[in-house]
């Protein structure tokens, strides 16, 4: 039981933040994209540089490129997380600053082509939170050829599926 209430707990709280910071208006959601584009993984080139983890476990973080003095002009960076006994997967976006509109970081409900986005994210925003729907997700970022951020920062941990998700309207 005490460990049921710590999971409603955390995910009460990714809820809040989530809130939180789509109220403050800081964070710009592109919601046009309905499914990633497998073109876009074709372009992730620099995976050895920034990304290129395949993550299995409890959780973990992930950061842009030289977080925080600034990423690079044409990164492209990939990672897969998979949680464990089919968990689903929490992620934090801590920090993220960065050229609104072209350099963008992107969440998917899962590791392939056809799998739906969760959240794309651009400019700034800070203890931002999605839940995925599947054991595994894929992480992207990409930067165009011109003005640069900070980058993000973010962790994700694994979500027993036991809990109780309609907090995140599932």
Same mark, same amino acid.
């Given at each position: ?17 989530? $809130? *939180?910071? $789509?109220a403050a ?14 073109? *876009?993984?074709?372009?992730? +080139? ?33 990672? *897969? ?14 920090? $993220? ?15 392939t082509g056809?799998?739906? #986005?969760l959240v ?18 894929? #992480? ?6 011109? +003005? ?23």
């Amino acid at each position: 039981k005490k460990a049921l209430a710590r999971t409603m707990s955390l995910i009460m709280s990714f809820a809040l933040l989530a $809130l *939180v910071a $789509l109220a403050a208006g800081q964070v710009q959601i592109k919601t046009k994209a309905k499914k990633f584009q497998p073109a *876009v993984a074709q372009n992730i +080139i620099s995976r050895e540089v920034c990304g290129d983890v395949y993550e299995t476990g409890t959780g973990g973080s992930i950061i842009s490129p030289n977080y925080p003095t600034g990423y690079n002009n044409g990164d492209s960076c990939g990672w *897969v997380l998979t949680a464990e006994n089919g968990n689903k997967i929490a992620v934090v976006i801590h920090d $993220l600053d960065t050229e609104s509109g072209f350099d963008v970081l992107t969440i998917l409900d899962g590791v392939t082509g056809e799998s739906p #986005v969760l959240v794309e994210l651009s400019g700034q925003a800070s203890n931002f939170a999605v839940l995925s729907t599947q054991p595994s997700i894929f #992480v992207g970022f990409t930067s165009d050829s011109s +003005i640069n951020g900070p980058g993000f920062n973010a962790s994700w941990t694994q979500v027993n599926p036991q809990a109780n998700l309609e907090l995140f309207g599932l």
